[in-house]
């Protein structure tokens, strides 16, 4: 019975959390490592990062210009790329998968825990996409 508990305990470690359709996993280090793992592990598979969005920065700075005190992250950060061979690929199957174009996967921190994640993509051709979200993502984390 031990065995049972401890096996599912393990096997929860590295679980991904899926939530407001986005697929998170937790981080062992720093916003700033994580962020460093994820641009690793996007340039390392041949892509090119086209923005990165400082989402946590512009919350914190426009807070109470909206009439917010609340702190929602300690830092967020959204890398988005695009690959072609991939886009195209999804592209010709459906045209209207540009609407998912180009591909983000984010960091966060909150309460001093970091994570990693992207958004969930619809059945079909687009969980190519999201296959290659999740590559990115598991070697950032050293998965």
């Given amino acids: 019975m031990k065995h049972i508990l401890i096996s599912a305990a393990l096997s929860m470690i590295a679980a ?10 937790a981080f062992d280090g720093s916003f700033d490592d994580a962020t460093f793992s994820v641009e690793t592990a996007i340039v390392g598979k041949g892509l090119v990062i086209d923005y990165v969005s400082h989402t946590g920065e512009m919350l ?9 005190d609340t ?18 690929e999804v592209m010709e199957a459906d045209p209207m998968n540009i609407a998912h174009c180009p591909y983000g996967i984010f960091v966060a921190e909150r309460g001093g ?10 059945e079909g051709e687009m969980q190519k996409v999201e296959a290659l979200l999740e590559e990115i993502i598991q070697d950032a984390i050293g998965g």
């Fill in 60 to 68: 914190n700075r426009t807070g109470a210009d909206v009439g917010s």
């Fill in 71 to 88: 702190v929602l992250f300690e830092g967020a950060d959204i890398f988005l790329f695009c690959s072609a061979q991939l886009s195209r």
């Fill in 113 to 122: 825990e970091v994570m990693i994640g992207h958004r969930t993509y619809p």
């Fill in 16 to 25: 991904p959390v899926i939530a407001q359709e986005a697929v998170t996993y």
